[in-house]
């Protein structure tokens, strides 16, 4: 995990934070130490001290560095670390949680005063920002469970699901090129914002069916992702079935969605709404419910 700080707005004074965020995790609901660290304040650009505010840019995506809690708040590793630098300095910390792939270049256009994430050291990232190494980690593979005899060695003729912007895509790249040299097929990428999306497309490309009921914002999201990975055929068909008629016909009108042109009349057939489990369960068998393999695994099955 690192910290990262714009190159032309800290210069040297990027030591100094070092220093003052070395300081002593505390547990949630204690006492924070706020002694000030005059060395480091005195070599903050002038405007921070002015604004009296840390600008941080965070993704909170990989609990237990980064997270939001039940009630929305930031909270982890990274956000502990950054409320004791911005004690330390004198400041409060602003966290945004934005997509991953635009921390370092929301940092490096002065958006930002400071990142922190899961952001490997790069000599490309090194170009336009500072790095705090705080915590070193290495890559790995997610795969389903029960899955054996799979590593960085023989995933060519797959698919990796990747995140933009990531030292991941550098890295499949390198393993994709050593498996068209050695005559095998090369890895097929796709690639994802933040890791949630990378779990929708996993749940998209591994599951039998989808079981939707009434709920939120959350699931309105999950729903019309997946259907729109559906719709565009990034993932396999599945049946789709979405339980409490009167919920799901009052919240979305689906009908003027294909008559202001926003769906094709054809993408309303993509799910089925139910009142009940028999009519849920007959839904999906009629919609062919079926295990579907995972794209590489039904390829090799197709001699594909």
């Known amino acids: 995990m690192n910290l990262v700080a714009p190159r032309r707005r800290f210069g040297t004074a990027i030591a100094s ?8 995790l505390w547990p949630a609901g204690a006492t924070r130490a706020a002694e000030i660290v005059p060395a480091a304040r005195a070599a903050l650009p002038e405007s921070i001290r002015a604004a009296g505010v840390l600008r ?8 237990p560095f980064g997270y939001a809690t039940d009630t929305g708040q930031p909270d982890g590793i990274d956000i502990r670390l950054i409320r004791v630098l911005a004690d330390k300095l004198g400041l409060r910390a602003e966290f945004e949680n934005v997509r991953f792939p635009t921390i370092v270049p929301g940092v490096a256009n002065g958006r ?27 890559l790995g593979l997610l795969v389903r469970r029960g899955t054996t005899g799979l590593d960085v060695h023989s995933l060519c003729g797959r698919t990796l699901a990747l995140t933009q912007g990531s030292s991941q895509v550098a890295v499949a790249q390198m393993l994709s090129e050593r498996c068209v040299r050695s005559g095998q097929r090369e890895i097929s990428m796709m690639f994802f914002p933040n890791s949630a999306d990378m779990r929708k497309m996993h749940l998209a ?44 016909r009052r919240v979305v009108c689906w009908e003027a969605l294909a008559e202001y042109g926003m769906v094709d009349a054809a993408d309303c057939a993509l799910f ?20 579907h393999s995972p794209p590489e695994v039904a390829r090799a099955r197709n001699g594909g």
Do not use: H
């Open 17 to 24: 934070i070092a220093l003052a965020a070395s300081s002593i």
């Open 205 to 248: 490309m591994r599951a039998n069916a989808l079981a939707v009921f009434p709920g939120g914002f959350g699931t309105l999201d999950e729903l019309f992702e997946l259907l729109t990975l559906t719709q565009t055929r990034k993932a396999p068909p599945l049946p789709i079935v979405l339980f409490g008629a009167e919920y799901w």
């Open 112 to 138: 930002f005063d400071i990142g922190a994430n899961s952001l490997s050291r790069t000599a490309e990232r090194e170009q336009v920002v500072n790095f705090v190494v705080y915590f070193r980690s290495q």
């Open 272 to 291: 089925e709404i139910v009142d009940s489990a028999e009519a849920g369960w007959e839904a999906m068998l009629r919609r062919g419910l079926q295990g």
């Open 56 to 63: 941080v840019a965070t993704s909170l995506q990989w609990p």
